[in-house]
C-alpha cells in the first residue's frame, strides 16, 4: 500500500477493518483536486509577480530605473519620448490624499454614529444602505463626477475649473471609500469591551467623553487598518479617476487642473493603438509594477496593524 | 420570623406577595425553622440594629428589561461609612440593584426603573437629574478589572481631568494610588500601561481611578470573583480602610467575604416568578448567625442557590 | 492610611461644567450623524441624476438595439447579453475553484506553514487593484504567456484572445479571494457536532463534506458568491485591459466570440462629448444597476431565508 498506514505487526489488517483501496484513492484524489483549487490563488499571485517582473525588467533595460523613477516629464507616446513616472504618481498621490480627507473623517464620523449612537433599528437601515453604496460600480461614480459633480463645482464654486479635473475625482473616490471606512472601523468600535465604557461613565463621564477618549482610542488600530485599506483602495481606483481626472500626466497641484493615474495612464494605452512588444506598451508593466508594489506595502502594513489590534484583545 | 419584617421597623419593605411565598416555603421546609433557635441566639439582642446617619436611601425601588421584570420593591438604606453588602445566589437582581444606584442601567437599551433611590436626601432619579453628575457621586468598580488601555497616571487621572479638576494633579494621583494601596508598587512606572498590572493590581488601579474623582459612595459588583484569595484579601483589607472616608456598597456571591467584610448584609432572592426582591437586611453579624427568614437561612447555610 | 480626609479639601476643586460639556456631546452627536448622511445623501443623488439623464432613452427596444452612430438609435443589446455571457462563465469558473478553495483550507488543509501562507496570500489577492488582473488576463488568456515558462500554444492549447472566455477567466480570478473567503465563513458557521455524527456513523471525510457541511452551508456560500459576481458585474478596468471592445455589432455565440458589456459600453458613451451619448451612458446605468440590484437582493433573501452568516 503506498500511504504510510502504520502496520502495527507485518501482518497488516485484518479482513473485517481492511482498508478499501479504491474508497482511499478516490478520498486522495478529491483531496488533491481540493488543494489544486486553493492552489489556483498562489498560481494568480506567482502570474502577477511574474509577468510584471518580467516585462518591467525588460523595460528597465531600455530605460533606466533612475530615469523612470526621478524622471518629472511622462510622453511615452511622443515624438520626444518622456518617462519619468513621477507625474503619473503625482496625480495618483494627489486624487488619493484627497480621497482620504473625505473618506476618512465622513467614514470615521458614520463609523462612530453607527456603533455608538445608533439604535438597531436605525443601524439596520443604513448598514444595507452603505452596503449598497459600496456596490456601486466605479463606473458610475466617474459618470456621477464627470456629468453632475464638475458641473455642480463649475456653477457654485469654481468657474474656472476643467471638464477633466482632480477635485471631483478625489470627491468621488472618497465617496467610493466611505463605506470601507466605515464598515471597518464599526466593526473595530463595536468590538471594544462593554466594560471600558461602563468604567468611564463610572467616573462621571459624558457619552462623548467616553466616545472620544475610551471607545475610539482603543479601537485606534482597527480605524488605522482601515484607512490604510481606503488609502490602497483609492490608489488603485481606476475608472472613476480616468472618466473624473482625465489624462494630462504632470507636477503640480492645481486640483481645479487634469491630471494623469497611473491607472488611467495604463487604461489610456490598451484603449489606444499602441502596438505591443514596443518599450512604449511595456510602459504599462512599468507602471503596474509601481502600483502593485504600493497597494502590497499599504495591505500588509493594515494586515500588521489589524494583527495588532487583535492580539490586545482576543 | 415568617410575619415580620426586619426587627429595626420597616427598613426591609416584604409586601404580602412575598409573605405568602415565604409562608409557603418555611411550611414545606418546617426543620430551617426548628433549627434556628440555637444559632447565635445570644448575639442577637445584643446588637443595636439602627441605621442613624443614612447615606443612601433606596425606596421601593423595581426595575424592568424591556417588558421582564428583574427586581421589585426594594428598599434599604445605607448607613454613612459602612460596607455594606448586597448577597443572592445568581439571577436575584442583586448587581442589578447596584447599578440603579449609579444609574449604570441606563446605558442598556430597553431598561425601565421605578421607586427612588436618594444620596443624602438628594434624589438620583427624575426629570432635571443628570445622570453624569450622580456618576461622579457615586463611583463603581466593577466585577473584571477594567483598565483603561492608558497609562497607569492616565487611568487614575481620567475621571479628574474630564471633571475640570483644577488642582495638582500629581498630587490626586499620588493620593489616589495610596489611597488604594497600589501607590508603592507602580510609584516607579507611572507611564506604563495600566494593562501590564498583575488582576490584583489592576482592580486596586481600578479603585484609585474611582476615588479620584471624589465620590461619596462606591460600588463594587463583585471586585475580587476575577481574583486569586491573595489579591482577593489585599482588596477586603483595602475596602475596611476606604470605609472610614466612603460608603461602600458591594455585590459578592461569596457569603464568608460578606461576613468577613460588612457591617451590613442584605439578602435578595428571585424565586419562581424570577423577580428580585429583598428578602432580609440587618447587621452582618445577625443576619449569619441568627437570620429572621427561613430561605435566609436556607441560603447561608447552603441548602440551596 | 493617612487621615487628612481629602475627600472634604478637594471636592471642591472641581470644575465640572456639565452643560457645556453636554452641549459639545449634543453638536457631536449631530456632527456625526451629518457624516453618516453624507454617504446616504450622495446615494441618493447619484440615483437621483442617473434616472433623470437616463430616463427618457428607457425603453425596452434599448436592449433590442445594438450600438450605433446615432444617440437614439443606439441600444444595450450586445453589452446586456456580453455580460450575461461573462458573468454566466465567471461563475461557472469562480464557483468550484472558490468553494474547492475553501472546503480545503477548512475541511482539510493542515495547520502548518504552507496553509498559513496560502490564507495570506488570499487577503493580500483581495487587495490588488482589478487593473493588475486586467493585466494578468491581458498577458495569460490573450497573448498566452506569462513571460517565464511554456506559453499555452507551447502546451498544446490555443490562447483565448478577447474572447468571453478570456475576460471570465479573468473576473474569475479577480472575485476568487472573495468567493473562498466568504465560503470559507459560511463553513466555519457549521457545528462540528454535525461533523462528529456523520463521522461516528462510518462516513469518510469527502461523504461528511458532502452530504452534510456543504447543503448547511450551502446558503452563505450561494450569498457570497451572488455578491462577488455583482462585483464583478461592474468591472470595467480589467476587461478593457483585456481588449473588450466598446463598438460590437453582435451578441456572443459561444464562449469564444469577442464581445463588449455593460460597463465598457457606458464608458465608451460617457467619454464621448455628445449629450445624448452621456444620457445613454445613464440609460446604461439604469440597467446596469437594476442588474446589480437584484443580484444583491437575491443575496440578501438567501442571507435571511436561510440564515446565512449573520447580517451584522
Redesign the interface.
Known sequence: MATGTPAIDGSGASARFKRSRS?HL??QL??L??????A???V??V??V??????GLTFFTEISPLEFFTGTRWTPLFQSAGFGVLPLVNGTLIVALGASLVAL??????A???SE????QIRSI????????A??????????A???ITPFLKDTIFPEIGVFNALSGMIVVG?MT??MV?SISD?SMRAV?Q???????????????V????TF??ALSGIVASYI?AI??A?????AV??AVGATPRMGFDILDSFQTM?AY??NV??GDTP?GTTEFRT??AV?LT??AM??L???IS?RVVQRYRE?YE | MADSTNSNGGVAVVDEQVADERDAAVGASSSGRDFRPTLGAAQIDQQEDTIEDVAVQIDDVGLWYGAKKAIEGVSLDVQRHEITALIGPSGCGKSTLLRCINRMNELIPGVRIEGQIRVDGDPLYGSDVDPVEVRRAVGMVFQKPNPFPKSIYENVAFGARINGYKGNMDELVERSLRQAALWDEVKDQLKESGLALSGGQQQRLCIARAIAVQPEVILMDEPCSALDPIATQRIEDLMQELAADYTIVIVTHNMQQAARVSNRTAFMLAEEDLVGRLVEYGRTDQLFTSPNDSRTEDYITGRFG | MTAEAPAATTRDLFEVNLARRHMIGVIFQGVALLGTLVGIIVLAVLLIEVWRDGIHFLELDFLNRFPSRFAEQAGFKSAFWGSLWVIGFTALLAFPIGVGAAVYLEEYAPKNAVTRLLQTNISNLAGVPSIVYGILGLQLFVRGTIGIGPSLEDLGLRDLDRSVLAGSATLALLILPVVIVASQEALKAVPPSIREASYGVGATRWQTVRSHVLPQAFPGIMTGTILALSRAIGETAPLIMIGALSFVAFTPGNPLDDFTVMPIQIFGWAVRPQLDFQDLAATGIIVLLIVLLSMNAIAVYLRHRFGGPASR
Request: aromatic share 10%; proline share 6%; net charge neutral.
Open positions: 474508497r478516490f478520498e478529491i483531496g483536486s481540493l488543494f489544486a483549487c486553493a489556483v490563488t498562489v494568480t499571485t502570474g502577477i511574474a509577468i510584471l517582473l518580467a516585462e473623517p465622513v467614514g470615521t464620523l458614520a462612530i454614529y453607527l449612537y445608533a439604535s438597531p443604513i448598514k444595507p444602505v452603505l452596503e449598497v453604496l456596490g456601486i460600480p466605479t463606473i458610475v461614480f466617474g459618470y456621477f464627470l456629468t453632475f465617496i466611505i463605506p466605515s466593526d469591551p466594560e471600558l465604557r461602563e468604567a468611564a461613565y463610572g467616573v462621571g463621564a459624558t457619552k462623548f467623553e466616545v472620544t477618549r475610551v482610542p482603543a485599506l490602497s483602495r490608489i488603485g481606483e481606476t475608472m480616468t472618466l491607472t495604463i487604461v490598451s484603449l505591443q504599462i508593466f503596474a502600483l502593485f497597494t502590497l499599504m495591505n500588509l494586515a490586545r
